[in-house]
Nanobody, 117 residues
Framework: QVQLVESGGGSVQAGGSLRLSCAAS????????MGWYRQAPGKQRELVAQ????????KYLDSVKGRFFISRDNVKNTVYLQMNSLKPEDTGVYYC??????????WGQGTQVTVSS
């Protein structure tokens, strides 16, 4: 059974940095897209960053462009999110998401990121 295990969340002051990691355990077939979503209290879950396989094409939420950077390690089936210059509005639960060539989607359990002003 495939599980996505996240790490790296925590509390930080505005302007600080955090690095999130998400690794897949178990056998997972041909991961195409890896991504990070977040959900703030009372708000819908939104896509923060995404990276494809092969060309490693990235996509970012406008409000995080230039501050957040997504990367992946295909050997380790791991995706990372480097978050710099964090703002209070970045606070939320961050979830990783893997989508496979067989159209299966997997989610991590979520990790809390809290940015104080």
């Amino acid at each position: 059974q495939v599980q996505l295990v996240e790490s790296g969340g925590g509390s930080v002051q505005a302007g600080g940095s955090l690095r999130l990691s998400c690794a897949a355990s178990g056998s997972i077939f041909r991961i195409n897209t890896m991504g990070w979503y977040r959900q703030a209290p009372g708000k819908q879950r939104e896509l923060v960053a995404q990276i494809t396989s092969g060309a490693m094409t990235t996509k970012y939420l406008d409000s995080v462009k230039g501050r957040f950077f997504i990367s992946r390690d295909n050997v380790k089936n791991t995706v990372y999110l480097q978050m710099n210059s964090l703002k209070p509005e970045d606070t939320g639960v961050y979830y990783c998401n893997f989508q496979t060539a067989l159209r299966a989607a997997y989610w991590g359990q979520g990790t809390q990121v809290t940015v104080s002003s």
